[in-house]
């Protein structure tokens, strides 16, 4: 889209929602992003508004959408996430603040380890989230947890979920597409980018697709 829009972000400051900031500053968009430290974001911009806070405090979710086209969360604790759902509590905060300010388009981050609503994993990927990834359990869990409440309690909503395969920092491997099938490993950069085209995508209300560096799905 060529119109400006206002992004209300949670998780500006983590590796991938720190380029999140970048492309959509770069590309002429607004940014009010929460921060629990914000000295962890460095970056100054006339259309980047950092307001100090934590999704797990008291927050006025009011005042913060007030303004805002779309909310994108790329959230994650892994230590706080053990012992409860922090991401689906919050969430539960986030909707009903979402219709009062008529604000509908909102992206969630969950890892591609998290399945989506009433949908197994393939067996490799649930081989790799009982093995090598059985320490994030509690994430997944929140994950999946989110896409229950969105998918049944927030049909009116113009919500979308990236299951991303996050790996690592670095150059960029390619551009990441929407597939119901594959998902790629990507890295923080790409992964922005894969989110910041979708939270302009029509196409992509009410998904809860993984991203892959092959050809996109059909839409």
């Given at each position: 889209m060529d119109q400006q829009k206002t992004f209300l972000v949670f998780g500006g400051t983590g590796q991938t929602g720190q380029h999140f900031l970048r492309l959509a500053l770069e590309q002429?968009?607004?940014?009010?992003?929460?921060?629990?430290?914000?000295?962890?974001?460095?970056?100054?911009?006339?259309?980047?508004?950092?307001?100090?806070?934590?999704?797990?405090?008291?927050l006025d979710l009011d005042a913060l959408l007030d303004g805002t086209d779309a909310v994108v969360a790329m959230l994650g604790d892994v230590v706080a996430q053990r012992d409860r759902q922090v991401n689906t509590e919050f969430v539960r905060r986030l909707v009903p603040a979402m219709r009062r300010q008529g604000v509908s388009r909102f992206l969630y981050q969950a890892g591609g380890l998290s399945a989506p609503p009433g949908e197994r994993l393939p067996p490799a990927l649930r081989a790799v989230r009982a093995t090598i990834a059985r320490g994030y359990i509690?994430?997944?869990?929140?994950?999946?947890?989110?896409?229950?409440?969105?998918?049944?309690?927030?049909?009116?909503?113009?919500?979308?979920?990236?299951?991303?395969?996050?790996?690592?920092?670095?150059?960029?491997?390619?551009?990441?597409?929407?597939?119901?099938?594959?998902?790629?490993?990507?890295?923080?950069?790409?992964?922005?980018?894969?989110?910041?085209?979708?939270?302009?995508?029509?196409?992509?209300?009410?998904?809860?697709?993984?991203?892959?560096?092959r050809a996109a799905s059909p839409a």
């Amino acid at each position: 889209m060529d119109q400006q829009k206002t992004f209300l972000v949670f998780g500006g400051t983590g590796q991938t929602g720190q380029h999140f900031l970048r492309l959509a500053l770069e590309q002429g968009h607004r940014v009010r992003a929460l921060a629990r430290t914000p000295a962890k974001l460095t970056r100054t911009h006339r259309d980047l508004e950092v307001v100090p806070g934590s999704v797990t405090g008291e927050l006025d979710l009011d005042a913060l959408l007030d303004g805002t086209d779309a909310v994108v969360a790329m959230l994650g604790d892994v230590v706080a996430q053990r012992d409860r759902q922090v991401n689906t509590e919050f969430v539960r905060r986030l909707v009903p603040a979402m219709r009062r300010q008529g604000v509908s388009r909102f992206l969630y981050q969950a890892g591609g380890l998290s399945a989506p609503p009433g949908e197994r994993l393939p067996p490799a990927l649930r081989a790799v989230r009982a093995t090598i990834a059985r320490g994030y359990i509690g994430q997944h869990e929140d994950n999946e947890a989110v896409m229950r409440h969105l998918s049944t309690d927030a049909a009116d909503l113009e919500w979308m979920v990236h299951r991303a395969g996050i790996g690592s920092d670095g150059p960029s491997k390619g551009t990441l597409h929407r597939s119901d099938k594959r998902m790629s490993i990507g890295t923080f950069s790409d992964c922005a980018d894969y989110t910041l085209r979708t939270v302009l995508d029509d196409s992509a209300v009410h998904t809860c697709d993984p991203s892959s560096y092959r050809a996109a799905s059909p839409a």
